[in-house]
């Protein structure tokens, strides 16, 4: 029995260890090779959703939804990531607010003045002959800056009026649905002036959003370019602050309307600019019924359209909305700090 035979036999023990380890090594690589999306998934993908998500507060977001919860399959008709929204709202921080609506009574028109925590936004800004009537207001109003300025679109009685807003005050940031119309010399003009004055010009898409001050403003139309109607090419702007909702629809008819229903968008608004100063193609019934405002202000004035059509009135009643016109009740105030809703007139 010689110590040749004992190594011979460690040396197979040896060999035979290394290939059972070997196996095992292989195993257990083969495992976590097959199970590495399972391991090592979740986690991230729940940071980059949350991230990118502009409504982080949306009762969506529950966080008690599990990473494993799979996305819904992307699809053409299916809506912007960002709605449909809830109703809950967001948390207006401390120290913030009140937020004040201003519907400026111009006429046959459209402008209104959103201010909050010293930031101004302004939405139309009426036409060319009440131009001054506003520059006025703003002045008196100590505003010397429009961070951001939307036209809803380039009719008269909606931008002609905002180039005179640059004589008094800067303006950061301008919104409109296209960039040229020549229809409306005054249109021409803002759009000359911003670039001359340096405001930055941009054409939304639906669904995009951005922060006023601690409020979101999103932008839901229009879904698609209407050739025939420039109406219905109408910024459809809905702006929240804390539990309160305001939307605002430009001069966009009931075709557009439609479009952005069938986008998905959350319309729910607790005060609505009724589109087109009431008249009877917009604000069809199935967008009020949407919409649920508890008021529906009208921005109008004397006019030979018949604005605001009574069946418009009797649709918005129907849901138990209380009407307000600019032409009876003058400039119309809502003052929100996020829970309750408080109306000013002022002729
Ligand atoms: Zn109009």
């Known amino acids: 029995m010689s110590n040749e035979r004992r190594r011979k036999k460690s040396g197979f023990l040896y060999t035979r260890e290394i290939i059972v380890w070997t196996l095992l090594l292989a195993f257990l690589i083969g495992l976590l090779v097959y199970n590495k999306d399972r391991i090592f998934k979740g986690g991230s993908e729940k940071t980059a959703e949350s991230e990118s998500d502009p409504f982080p507060d949306d009762p969506g977001d529950n966080p008690s939804e599990t990473p494993e919860e799979t996305e819904p399959p992307e699809s053409e ?37 959103l201010m909050l925590d ?16 506003v520059c006025t207001w703003l002045q008196a109003q100590g505003i010397g800056r429009v961070d951001y300025m939307i036209c809803s679109h380039p009719h008269k009685d909606h931008a002609s009026g905002l180039v005179s807003v640059y004589q008094v005050a800067t303006v950061g940031k301008l919104y409109t649905p296209v960039q040229e119309y020549a229809d409306n010399v005054y249109f021409t003009s803002l759009i000359d002036t911003a670039y001359t004055e340096g405001t930055e010009v941009s054409v939304p898409v639906p669904g995009e959003t951005f922060a006023f001050g601690p409020a979101e403003v999103m932008f839901q139309g229009p ?74 202000i009208i921005s109008v004035g004397p006019n030979d359209y018949g604005h605001p059509a009574g069946e418009v009135i009797q649709r918005c009643s129907n849901v138990g909305a209380m009407v307000y016109e600019t032409m009876i009740s003058g400039t119309i105030t809502v003052i929100t700090d996020g829970t309750s809703l408080q109306y000013n007139f002022e002729r």
């Open 223 to 296: 879904v698609r370019y209407d050739a025939e109607e420039m109406n219905n090419n109408s910024l459809v702007v809905r702006v929240r602050y804390g539990n309160r909702t305001f939307l605002f629809t430009g001069d966009a008819e009931a075709e557009e309307e439609a479009d952005i229903l069938a986008a998905g968008f959350d319309v729910k608004a607790d005060v609505l600019k009724v589109s087109h100063h009431g008249s009877g193609y917009a604000t069809s019934e199935a967008f009020i019924n949407s919409v649920r405002p508890e008021s529906c």
């Open 118 to 133: 010293g930031k101004v936004m302004m939405i139309d800004g009426g036409d060319e002959t009440h131009a001054q009537n």
């Open 77 to 113: 008709t299916a809506p912007p990531e960002s709605s449909p929204e809830a109703d809950s709202g967001q948390v207006v921080p401390e120290g913030s607010g009140p937020l004040r609506v201003y519907f400026l009574d111009v006429g046959e028109g459209d402008a209104a003045v």
